[in-house]
């Protein structure tokens, strides 16, 4: 991995002696836990990288963050994605990567002051309410209503695709405030907690038979009046503040994830005795050449940011490479391991999405759950069409499409 300036080498000096002090000796990565070990490892290794202020890094030190600038955060990324830890649990990823970023920048003093504590010791637990069945790419167009009822916001309708809800005890939702007015003026971003009689969370079991994602539904559940984040119908501008956030401190860690992959796939390959076969081998190279692009990509966003530069449409480009790659890599495997993919054995895999755990030894039912898991990776996270859309009336500056949706927000519109 690259060390960025002098003070990157140092700051990666410090990450790898940490590491090696808190991971055991015969650390391989997670891929050896069983899913109830898995829980357990992870719980455990938030509480090491909170007492060491490596939890929420990217938050200002005076609301309990480390500070740290973008070259440490992208090296500390690095380190723990090359070691095959995670950089806190599945919810953090929207409790401090999401909201408790929007909440530093868009929140009141006691927003902050009562949410952010709360956070960091895991007492609060949030997920994302912005996905509808009939409003996915084109978000705007959402219907779930939120109407003021004295000193409380009265929510009613229903989000889709709620990673995680089921673990959570808070939403952030996106609702319509003022149907009057344009679609995206009229919507506030409200802070609702889940544990009321108002909010049913329903699992949605994935095609890999995994629980990673919910649908929420709204039925008069209350909000107190100042769960407003940013003003009440300004939460398009709150949201996609958010959705900068999304995209995380993950520049140069995709490049990691699926290289390690491919390593592993590798040498299932050579078991298999595939790689006497030179198509087989082209397909593994144009793989790791993706991979390597990956990595160029990340650096290059690294350089940008610490000239000063965030990133923008060009990000883009980065959720193309990585879904379209990982459909085509999973297919590759599937090849590999041929006839053992039609009746798979062996352990699952650690997730639904995504890739396996570092350190996974070989399974076919692990190598199928995958391949099908990454079949959604270019819808979820913005469709693929939609990146495209963004990648060539934004980055390349051609002509936008043509637009049918303005003036006030109504069902007969959004229908």
Same mark, same amino acid.
Request: net charge negative; with cysteine.
């Given at each position: 991995?690259?060390?960025?300036?002098?003070?990157?080498?140092?700051?990666?000096?410090e990450i790898k002696k940490f590491l090696?002090?808190?991971?055991?000796?015969?650390?391989?990565? +997670?891929?050896?836990?069983?899913?109830?070990?898995?829980?357990?490892?992870?719980?455990?290794? &938030?509480?090491?990288?909170?007492?060491? !202020?490596?939890?929420?890094?990217?938050?200002?030190?005076?609301?309990?963050?480390?500070?740290?600038?973008? +070259?440490?955060?992208?090296?500390?990324?690095?380190?723990?994605?090359?070691?095959?830890?995670?950089?806190?649990?599945?919810?953090?990823?929207?409790?401090?990567?999401?909201?408790?970023?929007?909440?530093?920048?868009?929140?009141?003093?006691?927003?902050?002051?009562?949410?952010?504590?709360?956070?960091?010791?895991?007492?609060?637990?949030?997920?994302?309410?912005?996905?509808?069945?009939?409003?996915?790419?084109?978000?705007?167009?959402?219907?779930?209503?939120?109407?003021?009822?004295?000193?409380?916001?009265?929510?009613?309708?229903?989000?889709?695709?709620?990673?995680?809800?089921?673990?959570?005890?808070?939403? /952030?939702?996106?609702?319509?405030?003022?149907?009057?007015?344009?679609? @995206?003026?009229?919507?506030?971003?409200?802070?609702?907690?889940?544990?009321?009689?108002?909010?049913?969370? &329903?699992?949605?079991?994935? #095609?890999?038979?995994?629980?990673? /994602?919910?649908?929420?539904?709204?039925?008069?559940?209350?909000? %107190?009046?100042?769960?407003?984040?940013?003003?009440?119908?300004?939460?398009?501008?709150?949201?996609?503040?958010?959705?900068?956030?999304?995209?995380?401190?993950?520049?140069?860690?995709?490049?990691?994830?699926?290289?390690?992959?491919?390593? &592993?796939?590798?040498?299932?390959?050579?078991?298999?005795?595939?790689?006497?076969?030179?198509?087989?081998?082209?397909?593994?190279? !144009?793989?790791?050449?993706t991979t390597q692009i990956m990595k160029?990509?990340?650096? !290059?966003?690294?350089?940008?940011?610490?000239?000063?530069?965030? !990133?923008?449409?060009?990000?883009?480009?980065?959720?193309?490479?990585?879904?379209? @790659?990982?459909?085509?890599?999973?297919?590759?495997? +599937?090849?590999?391991?041929?006839?053992?993919?039609? #009746?798979?054995?062996?352990?699952?895999?650690?997730?639904?999405?995504?890739?396996?755990?570092?350190?996974?030894?070989?399974?076919?039912?692990?190598?199928?759950?995958?391949?099908?898991?990454?079949?959604?990776?270019?819808?979820?996270?913005?469709?693929?069409?939609?990146?495209?859309?963004?990648?060539?009336?934004?980055?390349?500056?051609?002509?936008?499409?043509?637009?049918?949706?303005?003036? %006030?927000?109504?069902?007969?519109?959004?229908?």
């Amino acid at each position: 991995m690259e060390d960025y300036t002098a003070e990157a080498a140092n700051f990666r000096a410090e990450i790898k002696k940490f590491l090696g002090e808190k991971l055991p000796a015969t650390w391989n990565g +997670m891929g050896g836990f069983t899913p109830d070990e898995r829980a357990t490892f992870v719980a455990n290794w &938030r509480r090491t990288l909170s007492e060491h !202020q490596l939890l929420a890094v990217a938050w200002p030190s005076e609301y309990g963050g480390a500070g740290l600038s973008q +070259m440490e955060r992208t090296v500390l990324a690095e380190e723990l994605a090359g070691a095959g830890v995670p950089s806190g649990t599945a919810n953090d990823i929207f409790s401090i990567g999401m909201i408790g970023h929007t909440i530093i920048e868009w929140g009141s003093d006691e927003q902050k002051n009562h949410y952010l504590p709360r956070i960091l010791d895991g007492t609060d637990v949030w997920c994302q309410g912005y996905s509808e069945p009939n409003s996915g790419s084109d978000l705007a167009s959402l219907a779930t209503r939120a109407e003021l009822d004295g000193d409380e916001w009265v929510i009613n309708g229903q989000k889709i695709w709620t990673s995680q809800g089921h673990n959570a005890n808070w939403i /952030f939702v996106l609702c319509r405030t003022d149907p009057s007015t344009v679609k @995206h003026a009229g919507i506030s971003f409200l802070l609702c907690p889940i544990n009321q009689p108002g909010v049913e969370v &329903r699992a949605i079991v994935n #095609a890999s038979g995994h629980h990673d /994602f919910n649908e929420v539904f709204f039925s008069d559940a209350r909000a %107190p009046r100042e769960n407003v984040l940013g003003g009440v119908n300004n939460g398009w501008a709150v949201a996609n503040t958010l959705l900068a956030y999304e995209r995380g401190d993950d520049a140069t860690t995709n490049g990691i994830r699926y290289g390690e992959e491919w390593q &592993r796939l590798v040498d299932v390959a050579r078991d298999y005795g595939k790689l006497d076969d030179a198509r087989m081998r082209q397909r593994f190279v !144009q793989a790791y050449t993706t991979t390597q692009i990956m990595k160029f990509m990340g650096l !290059q966003t690294v350089a940008r940011s610490l000239r000063g530069y965030s !990133q923008g449409p060009e990000s883009s480009l980065n959720k193309l490479l990585w879904s379209e @790659h990982h459909k085509r890599f999973t297919e590759l495997a +599937m090849d590999v391991i041929g006839m053992d993919a039609t #009746a798979p054995s062996g352990r699952d895999s650690a997730t639904g999405v995504g890739v396996d755990d570092v350190g996974s030894p070989y399974s076919s039912q692990a190598w199928v759950t995958t391949f099908v898991g990454a079949r959604p990776g270019s819808i979820y996270s913005g469709s693929n069409e939609i990146q495209r859309n963004i990648i060539g009336e934004r980055v390349l500056g051609l002509p936008k499409e043509p637009r049918a949706d303005a003036g %006030p927000w109504n069902e007969t519109k959004r229908s």
